[in-house]
């Protein structure tokens, strides 16, 4: 079993930043894969950026070269670096996890960005 906990979200407007944090319940140098998705209103969950256990990241085309995801192990902690918000970056940000085949979800922190 793995816990898992976001913090971080808020209301900003356009152009600022924010970083969120994902702090995991076990030991996320044993954790294969870690994520950030992110549900709108209306809409489906999507990607967007993931962090390997060798480090290895990927990102949704819609946030490259504006998010960063980072881990650093001994806080067993994944972030989340948004810089440039736009408003169509408002959503429910959810951290993911797989761990021993299997995935799990933290309960979400929502980002509002004001135009």
């Known amino acids: 079993q793995v816990q898992l906990v976001e913090s971080g979200g808020g209301l900003v407007q356009a152009g600022e930043s924010l970083r969120l944090s994902c702090a995991a319940s076990v030991n996320t140098f044993s954790i294969s894969k870690m994520g950030w998705y992110r549900q709108a209103p209306g809409k489906q969950r999507e990607l967007v950026a993931t962090?390997?256990?060798?480090?290895?990241?990927n990102y949704a085309d819609y946030v490259k070269g504006r998010f960063t995801i980072s881990r650093d192990n001994a806080k067993n902690t994944v972030y989340l670096q948004m810089n440039s918000l736009k408003p169509e970056d408002t959503a429910v940000y959810y951290c993911?996890?797989?761990?021993?085949?299997?995935?799990?979800w933290g309960q979400g922190t929502q980002v509002t960005v004001s135009s």
């Open positions: 962090i390997s256990s060798d480090g290895s990241t």
């Open positions: 993911n996890a797989l761990y021993f085949g299997r995935f799990y």
